[in-house]
């Protein structure tokens, strides 16, 4: 079955520093690779809709500056949280589309002390 | 996309059938209903998806009213393993940049 990796499983960082995370997708193309944030006992949130090749497309009160995503290939999509703060502190998830079906990544534990 | 409505946590016995509902009674005539589970603090993983008609796989069988405006996945013969939470998802199926928005789902606890 189509597999979604992530990269890193989980990081601690300082506060003000920046952290990325790739999302690959295995063994499919994924023109179209979703970020979401799941803070705990909550939902996931799509933060952004990312296509290859293209500008993201990110969602209401999501802070494209602050989260910048870059799609460079049809098999990987970076998210990087810029200057993080202890309310950055949550899972997130990217998921890979193979234009039927979402497969989603195990997900990264990001906390900022 | 309709929203759906599930109940927020359900047990059931280890070997037994698990039944969740899921309410998507404005659900529009090309949305699909979809339904994922997440372990634990890992990510969502894809269960089954429908239209109108039943569907099973190899994971569980979903059942959709006549008037799909309602729906039930079941789990035949739970195990331990399928403690997680259920996403019962309404969207349209076509196209890359389908959104899935999430609903908190139903916590399925699995009992010994």
């Known amino acids: 079955g189509a597999v979604v990796s992530q990269h890193p499983s989980w990081v601690i960082c300082k506060s003000g520093t920046s952290v990325k995370i790739e999302c690959r997708s295995l063994d499919f193309q994924a023109t179209t690779m979703f970020w979401y944030r799941q803070f705990p006992k909550q939902s996931l949130m799509l933060m952004a809709t990312s296509n290859e090749g293209s500008k993201a497309t990110y969602e209401q009160g999501v802070e494209k500056d602050k989260f910048l995503i870059n799609h460079a290939s049809l098999t990987l999509s970076t998210l990087t949280v810029t200057s993080a703060h202890p309310e950055d502190s949550s899972f997130y998830i990217c998921?890979?589309?193979?234009?039927?079906?979402?497969?989603f990544g195990p997900g990264t534990r990001l906390t900022v002390t | 996309d309709a929203k759906t409505t599930q109940p927020p946590s359900m047990d059931c016995a280890e070997g037994r059938a698990a039944n969740l509902p899921c309410n998507h009674s404005?659900?529009?005539?090309?949305?699909?209903v979809y339904w994922y589970r997440q372990i634990h603090s890992q990510g969502p993983q894809y269960i089954i998806h429908?239209?109108?008609?039943?569907e099973t796989n190899e994971m569980a069988s979903l059942i959709i009213t006549e008037d799909r405006k309602s729906s039930t996945l079941i789990l035949p013969h739970a195990t331990l393993r399928d403690t997680a939470v259920y996403y019962c998802?309404?969207?349209?199926?076509?196209?890359?940049?389908?959104?899935?928005?999430w609903g908190l789902g139903t916590s399925l606890a699995v009992n010994p």
């Open positions: 429908g239209l109108k008609n039943n």
């Open positions: 404005t659900i529009s005539g090309n949305e699909y």
């Open positions: 998921s890979a589309s193979t234009g039927r079906e979402q497969y």
């Open positions: 998802i309404v969207s349209r199926g076509a196209g890359n940049n389908r959104k899935l928005i």
